[in-house]
């Protein structure tokens, strides 16, 4: 299974990034898919994560600017962010949960990152 994501970049307080992560390969099912961030030196933490029925869960920090969206016939996922803060620079990982085949367990796996810069 391989997660590409895409959308990082700069951009300045205030502004907004579209991330977008789609899953491909051996994949029977998707339980949850979502996005974790992380500065060097911390550890990864929860952006938002949502299930395959669209119950979402966002960490404290986003809470209100950010929204997160998936398609289950596309295994794909997307982050909007908006009014982009400084503290929200890092690394922004994708995340998907999956199973291979029917009645397996869910395996999870990483997208390679993208750079998120919020900066003036």
């Known amino acids: 299974v391989q997660l590409q994501a895409s959308g990082g970049g700069s951009v300045q307080p205030g502004g907004s990034l579209r991330l977008s992560c789609a899953a491909s390969?051996?994949?029977?099912?998707?339980?949850?898919m979502g996005w974790y961030r992380q500065v060097p030196g911390n550890q990864r933490e929860l952006v938002a994560v949502?299930?395959?029925?669209?119950?979402?869960v966002y960490g404290d920090s986003v809470k209100g600017r950010f929204t997160i969206a998936r398609d289950n016939a596309k295994n794909t996922v997307n982050l909007q962010m908006t009014t982009l803060k400084p503290e929200d620079t890092a690394v922004y990982y994708c995340?998907?949960?999956?199973?291979?085949?029917?009645?397996?367990?869910?395996?999870?796996?990483w997208g390679q990152g993208t750079q998120v810069t919020v900066s003036s």
């Open positions: 995340n998907a949960r999956v199973s291979h085949y029917y009645g397996s367990s869910f395996v999870s796996y």
């Open positions: 390969g051996s994949i029977f099912s998707i339980s949850i």
């Open positions: 949502i299930d395959s029925g669209g119950s979402t």
